[in-house]
């Protein structure tokens, strides 16, 4: 069964730093781009960050630019995201999404997580 | 970045089709042929109904169609069903300053 799996997300106090993880299977993990996609309570989505198939490619959106980094350990089938400097904006659910193309980033998620939860509050 | 402009609520009876446009830039939906469309339930994580502007993963119905006309794109979904009720998600690439993803505001679908 292809699925992913996030954790990670717990509350943290503002100015905080925290790691999400995503484990895959089920597919061939390093033939995809990677995306992590947010939802603030009640609202709607938000695209954060993707990274390519070998890690060498990585975007940001401005919202999270110079705070947030995106990894993949690609022997480990799994997915990071590495957050400093949290602000009580970032407090959202993280979805984890695999990309549909083969090795390219056209930005339809096909597959998607249960999501893990963030709070960012003091 | 902007968010791509989607109407707030669209609503329709069984049986009848619907329409939810997806307005962005030539930054965007009208530079790139990569409009996706999510659907989601409430507690649900999205799923995707439609990618590449116009394609169908498979398992998704083909009373689902996608179309795009310069900056904006379109859903259609013809004999609306009750289950089709949940928030509506159109998302593109924009190249405005870097490559980054953008959504839009969502669409909530009411079947009356």
């Known amino acids: 069964e292809v699925q992913l799996v996030e954790s990670g997300g717990v509350v943290v106090q503002p100015g905080g730093s925290l790691r999400l993880s995503c484990a895959a299977s089920g597919f061939t993990f390093d033939d995809y781009t990677m995306h992590w996609v947010r939802q603030a309570p009640g609202k709607g989505l938000e695209w954060v960050s993707l990274i390519s198939w070998d890690g060498g490619s990585t975007y940001y959106a401005d919202s999270v630019k110079g705070r947030f980094t995106i990894s993949r350990d690609n022997s480990k089938n799994s997915l990071y995201l590495q957050m400093n400097s949290l602000r009580t904006e970032d407090t959202a659910l993280y979805y984890c999404a695999k990309d549909i193309a083969v090795v390219a980033a056209t930005g339809a998620f096909d597959i998607w997580g249960q999501g893990t939860m963030v709070t960012v509050s003091s | 970045q902007s968010a791509l402009t989607q109407p707030a609520s669209v609503s329709g009876s069984p049986g009848q089709s619907i329409t939810i446009s997806c307005t962005g830039t030539?930054?965007?939906?009208?530079?790139?042929?990569?409009v996706s469309w999510y659907q989601q339930h409430p507690g649900k994580a999205p799923k995707l109904m439609i990618y590449?502007?116009?394609n169908r993963p498979s398992g998704v119905s083909n009373r689902f169609s996608g179309s795009k006309s310069g900056n904006t794109a379109s859903l259609t979904i013809s004999g609306l069903q009750a289950e089709d009720e949940a928030d509506y998600y159109c998302s593109s690439y924009t190249s405005s300053s870097t490559l980054e993803g953008v959504f839009g505001g969502g669409t909530k679908l009411t079947v009356l």
């Open positions: 030539s930054s965007d939906v009208g530079g790139y042929n990569y």
């Open positions: 590449d502007v116009s």
